[in-house]
């Protein structure tokens, strides 16, 4: 017998060890990908799904919300796989160039692959191919398990550089769509390298079939180097069905900004997680977003934010939206290193709960080890206002238009605070859909007529 | 015919009595000031025909063009006619101003079966009344009521009973927080609007707002009851010697 105890796995983990060792030698990347993706799922075998025993993954128990692995995209199938169609486009009408990942696969023909002058994009299978150095310098695998899963079975996504000085106005959107009507897993890596002095925008969007369940597992790394300034919105818009895992690592080096939006509304549960190092002193971050859930609907919002640089900023708002019995989380921690001297960071999260039933738990913290810092945080949740409703209601406004008035108000501030009137403007039918899309009637509870 | 119609109104906050057995008959066209001393219960009958929650009705009824007022829903009455311009006009930040005003004014029309103003119609009404009460058209892209003075919250609601065109117009204290000359403009907003199909209730402290605001009709509410009605120079009446007989009256 054997001294070491064996782990008790779930079936989800045990199909995804087993996948692993059906796939591995069919996904792409070199030696030292291939090392690196062994590497991974040998951290996945000790650690397993993450669950609500794990501080960090406290209010979203990975380990029960996914009990099965979808079979993988990567993985040989027994029958022909049916497609639907992607779907209207939530951004219709507005200018970018795409770059299209359809089941984990880049798509050079929904793509613009020419990029933008001074912009080069490459599929990430092809950088798997090449070893690409950039892919995963920006992911701690230490104790993730979600990244060691994208690290072990990522197929692809995209790589983009943005030269040194390259401006380019016109947005990328990094679409993410899944068309499968059975439940897939789909597992994509995206790099974006933005270099010295150069500009980017972004959309990084989300979307796939309704009432088909599958999983997926997206991490970006983004690299801002000295001087360098990206505005990104990320629109979670998964199917009602799907598990939506996605991560952001950034790192930012001196002078460089990121002005962050997400905007997460759908699948049945999501988890989106944003990991920054503010490594360059002047550096300056703002996280901005609204989740708006209803249903039995559950997300959760996670950051960490390192400071490890002198006179750095971070502003972190986020305003959520909960009705019917949905359960949401917004987890934020800033820790500010013993270098990082006069360090500005503020942080708040605020919620409007429109049932008696929907929950959010909050738990931002700051964690601070420089003496000359400024550095705050808060969180608010609470119902709509009955002075406000009923200055609208004796205005003549019926209480569905008030209600949906004062939605939109409370959310106004957090996606206005992504500072790019263009985006918005093509962001905010996406908030005006979910509001439409049942409106939150009956509301106020106890002190309605 | 009576436009509004109090029978032995009795409200209750919390299970305290505020409104004991009022009775008031406005006809149209007419202009009633409601005075007295603060505790009154004033504010609580204006609220209430405007329909907030939170106040119970333990007895008597409110008849409006005939129909029971008490049945219908704020919005409802806002429909029929009813405005009550607020003593605290609530700060909404994140709705812009003009987005409300033709939020209201539509949905207004729409409850009466009207057609709804185009933007061309509904932009060149708001410019006539906001001129008249010296309001910029930068306050209108403000979000309503945000960072506004006391004078000009009142102001806009003002604009809004102007817009609005109301049947009966209630204004609670709409002279308190503002300085003489703005009281003249609010005033003079309310003058214009006076017509033999609109009628008004006026609710004041201040004998002052009634130099401007000349009432037909002045009632003296103390302790949830009116318990004294006359003509204009009841008003004067009450600057001199104030409240305190009534007030020794409820004890």
Known sequence: ??????????EAEESLLSAFAAVAPGLPGDARIGAQRRAAIDRFRRTGLPHRRIEEWKYTDLRTLMRRAAPLTSEPQASPSVRTAPGPDPLDGFDRTPLVVVNGVFDPSLSDHEGAEGITVTPLAEALARGDRRIGALV?????????????????????????????????????????????????????????????RVVECHRGPAEVAYQTNVVTELMLRE????????LQAEGDSALHVGTLTARLERNATLDHLTISAGAAASRSQIFLGVEGEGAQAALNGTTMIGGTQHADLTLGIDHLAPGAKTRVLYKNVARGKATGAFQGKIFVHREAQKTDAKMMNRTLLLSDEASFAAKPELEIWADDVQCGHGSTSGRIDDEMLFYFLSRGIPRAEAERLLVVAFLSESIEALGDPELIAALEPAVERWLGSAPPTALTGETAA | ???????????????????????????????????????????????????????????????????????????????????????????????????????????????????????PEFIRRVKQA??????????????????????????NEILQMTLFEPTLAIMDETDSGLDIDALRVVAGGVNAMRAPERSMLVITHYQRLLDYIVPDFVHVMSAGRIVRSGGKELAMELEQRGYAEYAADAA
């Open chain 1, 140 to 200: 701690d695998q230490d104790d993730r398990a979600v990244l060691s899963l994208n690290t072990a079975f990522m197929t692809d996504g995209v790589l983009v550089e943005v030269a040194d000085g390259a401006n380019s106005s016109r947005p990328i959107e990094i679409i993410h769509v899944v068309t499968e009507t059975r439940p897939v897993g789909v597992y994509v890596r995206n790099v974006v390298s933005v270099g010295r002095g150069a500009s980017v």
């Open chain 1, 227 to 234: 001087e360098a300034r990206a505005v990104w919105a990320k």
């Open chain 2, 1 to 119: 015919m009576t436009l509004l119609e109090i029978n032995n109104l009795h409200v209750s906050v919390d299970n305290r009595e505020i409104v004991r057995g009022l009775d008031l008959k406005i006809g149209p066209g007419e202009v009633h000031a409601i005075m007295g001393p603060n505790g009154s219960g004033k504010s609580t009958l204006a609220y209430v025909l405007a329909g907030r929650p939170g106040y119970e009705i333990t007895a008597g009824s409110v008849l409006y063009k005939g129909d029971d007022l008490l049945e219908m829903e704020p919005d409802e009455r806002a429909a029929k006619g009813v405005f009550l311009a607020f003593q605290y006009p609530v700060e909404i930040p994140g709705v812009a101003g003009m987005t409300f005003l033709k939020t209201a004014l539509n949905a207004q029309r729409k409850a009466r079966g009207e057609s709804e103003l185009t933007t």
């Open chain 2, 130 to 155: 906001s001129e008249k009460l010296g309001i910029d058209q930068e306050m209108l892209r403000r979000p309503v009521n945000t960072g506004f003075s006391g004078g000009e919250k009142k102001r």
């Open chain 1, 1 to 10: 017998m054997s001294a070491e105890p064996t782990a008790l796995r779930t």
